[in-house]
């Protein structure tokens, strides 16, 4: 799993908010030579907003060929803007948001259930053309144990809750997850 210093962390987060801030004055991000170098492999990125400790925002790739950073920044665009759930974020919302990046690992594919380590893993679940994620941290938010970890994965995807049981394609990956605030 890639490994972050604290200024690695603060730089993807500067990058996350930068990209939020210039969108709404209606402006491009000029990410510059550091946020596009440094980081030898390719990762896939989440971005969560929360407002008032609740979520405002989430959108992120999976997997990606772009600069870690370049990744940051359109995930937090999308995140603020597009996230279907939630209307757009508005420039009165910029002061009382926070943001919190995930840094996931390649997936590896589940050969057993008993391999998820509830805290530890995230989970993608496809079968019949849909696919759902979950981020590590939300099973440990929930308390949920494995098997809910799995049911509400495949909910999230679209399927049956026990579809997880019956010939859908598994998946699990770690990630780093810093938020502003904490590095």
């Known amino acids: 799993m890639l490994q972050l210093s604290n200024s690695q962390k603060k730089l993807l987060l500067d990058?996350?908010?930068q990209s939020v801030t210039a969108r709404l004055a209606g402006e491009s991000l000029d990410l510059g030579e550091a946020a596009?170098?440094?980081?030898?492999e390719k990762f896939g990125v989440f971005v969560s907003i929360h407002k008032h400790g609740e979520l405002r925002g989430c959108i992120g790739r999976v997997e990606s060929d772009d600069a870690l950073g370049v990744v940051t920044a359109e995930c937090a665009a999308s995140a603020a803007f597009a996230d279907p759930r939630f209307v757009p974020l508005t420039i009165d919302e910029l002061d009382v948001v926070t943001f919190e990046v995930s840094v996931l690992s390649p997936l590896e594919r589940v050969e057993a259930p008993e391999a998820?380590?509830?805290?530890?893993h995230g989970l993608v679940i496809e079968k019949d053309g849909r696919r759902g994620l979950l981020l590590p941290q939300v099973a440990s938010q929930y308390g949920w144990d494995r098997t809910e970890f799995l049911r509400q994965t495949s909910i999230k995807a679209g399927l049956d809750p026990d579809a997880w049981r019956s010939g859908a394609e598994l998946y699990m990956f770690r990630s780093a997850v810093f938020e502003e605030?904490?590095?």
């Open 15 to 17: 990058i996350a908010r």
């Open 36 to 40: 596009l170098g440094g980081f030898e």
């Open 116 to 120: 998820i380590e509830v805290g530890q």
């Open 181 to 183: 605030g904490a590095t």
